[in-house]
T-cell receptor
Framework: QKEVEQDPGPLSVPEGAIVSLNCTYS??????FMWYRQYSRKGPELLMY????GNKEDGRFTAQVDKSSKYISLFIRDSQPSDSATYLC????????????FGTGTRLTIIP | EAQVTQNPRYLITVTGKKLTVTCSQN?????MSWYRQDPGLGLRQIYY???????DKGDVPEGYKVSRKEKRNFPLILESPSPNQTSLYFC???????????????FGSGTRLTVV
């Protein structure tokens, strides 16, 4: 069993819809949670970061963490065609950035 | 501009011909790492380095070598490439100890390697 599971999609939604992307994890030691966005032919870039259970909002993006269920989500409101990308969840245990465990990524397409 | 620079972007080579993919960062990061990305498997760590002359294996190190002689550079070496090393490769760098800081990895733009 992988430490981090992520539905690969692909996921296609119409412009303006709310998008929900999810990851589950098995290692209860994970404390820090991230979402990376990867455009085609580019490297991943950090989108959201949180370390506590609950919600964190940044513009149209909300990251949600439920440590009791070992489940994290990324919500995108008012989705735009420019949000079309692959989204990877990532998580780590401690203060050091030497070991991130990534999900396999969900490919998202926003249809104009 | 803060960045991680990988070269080349695309490379086609033949089985057994040694090659090096270069990676350089200009952010004075201690930590650097190499990943390969394959469909359905996601990002898998090959090797990482926590500082100059300090390197360690990741999850899929077989067939690869690295060195960290300078803080800014972290080349990936394939001494005898095989077709199963055909993949998309990413170099990443970061501060090593970030605590609760909102600080992630900076990735290069990737190197698409094909071994025939």
């Amino acid at each position: 069993q992988k430490e981090v599971e992520q539905d690969p999609g692909p996921l296609s939604v119409p412009e303006g819809a709310i998008v929900s992307l999810n990851c589950t994890y098995s290692n209860s030691a994970f404390q820090y949670f991230m979402w990376y966005r990867q455009y085609s032919r580019k490297g991943p870039e950090l989108l959201m970061y949180t370390y506590s259970s609950g919600n964190k909002e940044d513009g149209r993006f909300t990251a949600q963490v439920d440590k009791s269920s070992k489940y994290i989500s990324l919500f995108i409101r008012d989705s735009q065609p420019s949000d079309s990308a692959t989204y990877l969840c990532a998580m780590r245990v401690g203060f050091g950035n030497e070991k991130l465990t990534f999900g396999t990524g969900t490919r998202l397409t926003i249809i104009p | 501009e803060a960045q991680v620079t990988q070269n080349p972007r695309y490379l086609i080579t033949v089985t057994g011909k040694k090659l090096t993919v270069t990676c350089s960062q200009n952010m004075n990061h201690e930590y650097m790492s190499w990943y390969r990305q394959d469909p359905g498997l996601g990002l898998r760590q090959i090797y990482y380095s926590m500082n100059v002359e300090v390197t360690d294996k990741g999850d899929v190190p077989e067939g690869y070598k690295v060195s960290r002689k300078e803080k800014r550079n972290f080349p990936l070496i394939l001494e005898s490439p095989s077709p199963n090393q055909t993949s998309l490769y990413f170099c990443a760098s970061s501060l090593l100890y970030v605590g609760r800081l909102n600080y992630g990895y900076t990735f290069g733009s990737g190197t698409r390697l094909t071994v025939v």
